[in-house]
């Protein structure tokens, strides 16, 4: 899956501006009403320990988490500190249930080793900062909920404690430290009496009652992984989530877990060049066309050691999903077949390892893989996620997989994220919770409906990008909110949405002695009744009398949009603190739109959304206040491969691109992402041609950067390799900047400045005024 950081906008202005331009600039001005506050620059990016830049938001909560049982609230909060403080808050009572500060914590360690049995956290009303020249304090590393009885475990110092909040009970844990040596995955059973986890590609069971490992699979090994993923189900079909191919059964007697069997797949080797003799990893890596990995179910049984193979009728290429009923007695299994455009759910029983056909889905183009089913737990019932009807919608089925009813429906998405799956249910009160872009494809909200259907209800109310987490009981739930004008805010909202409390916020104004302004979002009305949506970011002190030189920044495919209801990105103010307009525009074949605006980049990802740049740049050149000599181009992963195209096939659209780990040729590219937008290379060689950037090195017209990592296991710096020897043959100049032990992220400080500095170096030089 090729990713994208998050970006901003706001919804709902139509914009239809054609005026005459006035006056050319070389780069403009960027002060403000504020001349004593300075512009984000890339140092202020990457340089803020070296330059003493504070963090614009210190005090801001972190590590919340609602209990197990119930509705309290635990965070850690530093109150300009090092030393973090344990807050419990109870939104019942709209009140702090207890707050653990350093003082207390460490006076409690204290005597707790002369009386191992327990001991009380003296209780606090008020924070207390820690003197500076205090070193031996004894401070909260992390913490967790155990997941009966509402304790909290402590992590300090490499120790474990039991905290009883009620009973305000500290302990240390007795529990027993899991073994030394490789334990990947590791996940505790539902009763955590067990561990397991995986070493060496098998799965191992941890006894924490007996003290005794024991292993459970045993042949493991290069190819043959046991409830570990491979890479590309790990990247395309869990989107990152885990790598984590086991499933404990809600008895806690037995694993479900995948086996795959990498034999015969492409592999790719990732060198690194660090040491006189470079060293390389041989990753399985299939490329389109190409073999993927066999894979198969089991189930384990902790009692017999045992391995039931799962008998799903016939082979398929990709089981995608698994998942337990809550009374564990079946297993939910979501297969796909190779062209991803049909989907089914068996329900395997997994004592027999017999299975049923319970749900198929169909599509033409393709299927998304969007998680489930959901099980209800008083009823045989379940939720199940579906396109069927253009646009992604909850449905209710009966155990036997007929259709009871849809629950949502409408021009608009539920869950419309890759990174979000699951849906939230609450029994009690007989409804269910989504995010969902029902006000608007930029902002996302939380709704509930009944699981009989009917009217929707609104949970969040302020304007743009929500994210919550409902407590255990469903009776409040944790907002964390950013929007145009609001950097960040968490809150704590009743189930009817009304805010009980604000508990952190970042303004505008604690970026202090830096400044940061919100962009504009604009509604634009393309050729064929198309609705565009793009994000404007001004330099400070933007004089609609002069004209600026813009860059425009795309990514242009499923995995995210660039235009959002969300706060600026202090990335995005270094570019226009250097006097460019910023202008994100999301192209046909990015999400949130529904199906119809997806499909437009099947079998071919370009030529759509290159129709959709050359709308944008015509429209950009319609502004009296942009100089559309001066327009560029950037973009990242998918965002380099669209800049590529754009350069190269819509030769002389752009004056100037930057193009950061790009796609070149999708038969480079993986299996699963591209066979699902682009079928298979011998089927579509007319589309995999007409889609690769490769394939018009010829007609570069203006300037190129490329930027890659050297050891990207996602998108190869094979891709560069290949476009620079056709830029080669072609006699057309480049600019090209390597990053050796970078992945595809190019992570680090110094990487990123450098960068980045390049990028804007390039930018200035060529959009610069003739």
């Not at 179910?297 to 698994?322: A, M």
């Not at 379940?382 to 646009?391: I, P, V």
């Not at 407590?471 to 409040?476: I, L, P, V, W, Y």
């Amino acid at each position: 899956m090729i990713r994208i950081r998050k970006s901003i906008a706001w919804r709902g202005i139509l914009v239809l501006i054609f005026c005459i331009v006035i006056g050319p600039v070389l780069f403009a001005e960027h002060g403000d009403e504020n001349e004593s506050l300075k512009d984000i620059t890339l140092d202020y990016l990457y340089k803020k320990n070296e330059l003493g830049i504070k963090p614009v938001d210190p005090d801001l909560p972190r590590s919340l988490q609602w209990s197990e049982e119930g509705h309290i609230l635990a965070y850690l909060v530093s109150f300009a500190t090092e030393a973090p403080h344990l807050v419990l808050y109870n939104p019942a009572k709209d009140a702090t249930a207890f707050l653990v500060t350093p003082f207390a914590l460490h006076d409690a360690l204290i005597e707790l080793a002369s009386q191992p049995q327990g001991v009380a956290i003296a209780p606090s009303s008020q924070p207390r900062r820690i003197p500076e020249d205090a070193t031996t304090w004894k401070k909260i590393d992390g913490y967790d909920w155990t997941k009966k009885e509402n304790r909290i475990r402590l992590h300090v110092e490499g120790k474990k404690y039991l905290w009883q909040p009620e009973e305000n009970v500290l302990q240390e844990e007795t529990r027993p430290q899991l073994p030394g040596g490789e334990k990947n995955d590791v996940e505790f059973s539902p009763n955590e009496r067990y561990a397991a986890y995986t070493r060496a590609n098998d799965i191992y069971v941890y006894d924490l009652q007996q003290k005794k490992e024991f292993r459970v699979t045993f042949d493991g090994g290069d190819a043959v992984l046991n409830g570990r993923m491979t890479w590309v189900y790990w990247e395309e079909l869990h989107y990152r989530r885990s790598w984590r191919a086991f499933y404990w059964s809600p008895n806690s007697d037995a694993l479900a877990y995948l086996q795959f069997n990498e034999t015969g797949v492409s592999v790719y080797p990732v060198t690194d060049f660090s040491s006189p003799v470079p060293t390389t990893r041989n990753m399985y890596y299939p490329k389109a066309g190409t073999k993927n990995p066999d894979v198969r179910l089991g189930v384990v049984s902790l009692s017999t050691r045992d391995t039931r193979w799962i008998d799903l009728g016939e082979p398929y290429e990709y089981i995608n999903d698994v998942s337990w009923r809550p009374d564990g007695k079946t297993l939910a299994v979501q297969v796909l077949n190779r062209a991803q455009t049909q989907l089914r759910v068996l329900f395997a029983n997994p004592i027999d390892g017999s299975s049923r056909i319970v749900l198929e889905e169909n599509d033409a183009v393709w299927i998304n893989v969007m998680g489930g089913p959901f099980f209800l737990e008083r009823q045989d019932d379940f939720l199940w996620l579906s396109e069927r009807d253009g646009y992604r919608h909850l449905y209710r089925y009966s155990g036997d997989g007929k259709k009871v009813k849809q629950l949502t429906n409408g021009e608009w998405e539920v869950n419309p994220s890759l990174w979000r799956i699951a849906v939230d249910l609450d029994e009690n009160h007989h409804r269910v919770y989504f995010n969902a872009t029902e006000k608007s494809p930029l902002e996302t909200h939380v709704y509930s409906v009944s699981l009989n259907g009917g009217k929707l209800q609104r949970l969040t109310q302020e304007e743009g990008s929500h994210n919550i987490d409902l407590s255990a009981d469903r009776k409040f739930a944790l907002d964390s909110l950013t929007s145009l004008t609001v950097p960040r805010k968490i809150q704590v909202l009743d189930h009817r949405g009304r805010v009980i409390r604000i508990l952190g916020e970042t303004t505008i104004d604690e970026y202090a002695p830096y400044r940061i302004k919100s962009a504009e979002l604009l509604e634009l009305q393309g050729p064929n009744h198309l609705t565009f949506y793009a994000r404007m970011l001004k330099p400070f002190n933007f004089n609609p009398n002069q004209t600026y030189p813009v860059i425009l920044h795309v990514y242009g495919g499923p995995a995210g949009q660039v235009a959002e209801h969300t706060f600026t990105s202090e990335q995005d103010m270094a570019f226009v603190n250097r006097g460019f307009i910023l202008f994100s525009f999301d192209t046909r074949g990015t999400p949130g739109r529904g199906k119809k605006w997806l499909n437009a980049i099947h079998r071919n990802t370009c030529d759509k959304p290159l129709e959709d740049l050359h709308f944008a740049v015509d429209y950009l050149k319609s502004l009296p206040y942009v100089d559309g000599d001066r327009i560029g181009v950037w973009g990242w992963s998918n965002g380099g491969y669209m800049t590529c195209a754009a350069m190269l096939k819509a030769a002389g659209l752009f004056r100037a691109g930057a193009a950061v780990a790009p796609v070149t040729d999708w038969r480079l590219y993986d299996t699963v992402y591209t066979e699902r937008y682009m079928g298979d290379p011998d089927e579509n060689q007319e589309g995999y041609k007409e889609s690769a950037p490769i394939h018009y090195a010829e007609k570069l017209q203006g300037k190129l950067l490329i930027a890659h990592g050297v050891s990207d296991d996602n998108v190869h710096i094979q891709n560069v390799y290949s476009l620079v020897d056709k830029l080669l043959e072609a006699e057309k100049p480049y600019e090209l900047y390597v990053y050796p032990q970078r992945d595809h992220g190019i992570g680090g400080d110094k990487r990123r400045y450098h960068l980045f500095d390049r990028i804007l170096d390039f930018f200035e030089r060529e959009l610069a005024a003739k």
